[in-house]
């Protein structure tokens, strides 16, 4: 079974704090994705990456950057956390962008609170 | 640009009663169409999913999906709901051929099933 695993299920921080997400996982996917999720709005998109080193912005960017340095990392980074931040965090995976099942794998989230 | 619309934010049904939870995405080309659900506290995991053929799927659990491609719809449905079935479902949808294979998803629906 595919496994992505988010480092901190939990984490609550200060206002302008920097805040790392970790997601690892297990499978040699070639894509990964950092969505938020919040009550009513459902998922979104807010960064992901097709390869090593490569990033591409989502719907909801501002206020967030990524690291992919290798394969199986991928690192969501709040510069400075802010209370508008505060919300569910997921990580996925997929085998690559033209493979035919498209099934995303998730991790089972991190929710930030910023105090 | 890609967008999912989910009708229902919240249903409550008792068991036994019969689901159907509405799913539309707007998108001009090729589609695949996918529902996950989130059972509380557990992540999401996929529910079913549509790339071609039959417009019926089947998925886990007794879930099936009807693909309307007049309707731009892609509608949730099972015949006899438990206990077990309370949980948040999701619907999503990607472009074929869409960069890095990311899924745009709906605002959820929750659903809740009395005892």
């Known amino acids: 079974d595919v496994k992505v695993t988010q480092s901190s299920r939990y984490l609550v921080k200060r206002t302008g704090e920097k805040v790392f997400l970790e997601c690892v996982q297990d499978?040699?996917?070639?894509?990964m994705f950092w969505y938020r999720q919040d009550p009513g709005l459902g998922l979104r998109l807010i960064y992901f990456?097709?390869?090593?080193?490569?990033?591409e912005k989502g719907d909801i960017p501002e206020g967030y950057s990524v690291s992919r340095e290798k394969k199986e990392r991928f690192s969501l980074i709040l510069e400075s956390a802010s209370t508008n931040q505060t919300s569910m965090y997921l990580c996925?995976?997929?085998?690559?962008?033209?493979?035919?099942?498209?099934?995303?794998?998730f991790g089972e989230g991190s929710r930030l609170t910023v105090l | 640009a890609q967008s999912v619309s989910q009708h229902n934010h919240h249903v409550i049904l008792s068991e036994a009663a019969s689901l159907e939870l509405g799913c539309n995405y707007s998108?001009?080309?090729?589609?695949?169409l996918f529902w996950y659900v989130q059972y509380p506290g557990q992540h999401l995991q996929l529910l079913l999913k549509?790339?071609?053929?039959?417009?019926l799927v089947k998925g886990i659990k007794g879930f099936e999906a009807e693909f309307i491609k007049s309707k731009f719809s892609f509608n949730l449905r099972k015949p006899s709901v438990q206990w077990s079935d309370t949980a948040e479902y999701f619907c999503?949808?990607?472009?074929?051929?869409?960069?890095?294979?990311?899924?745009?998803f709906g605002q959820g629906t929750e659903l809740s099933v009395k005892p």
């Open positions: 996925a995976s997929t085998l690559d962008r033209h493979a035919s099942t498209g099934e995303l794998f």
């Open positions: 499978m040699d996917h070639e894509n």
């Open positions: 990456s097709y390869d090593v080193k490569m990033k």
């Open positions: 998108y001009g080309g090729t589609v695949n």
């Open positions: 549509y790339f071609s053929g039959d417009p």
């Open positions: 999503a949808v990607r472009g074929s051929y869409n960069q890095g294979g990311k899924l745009i």
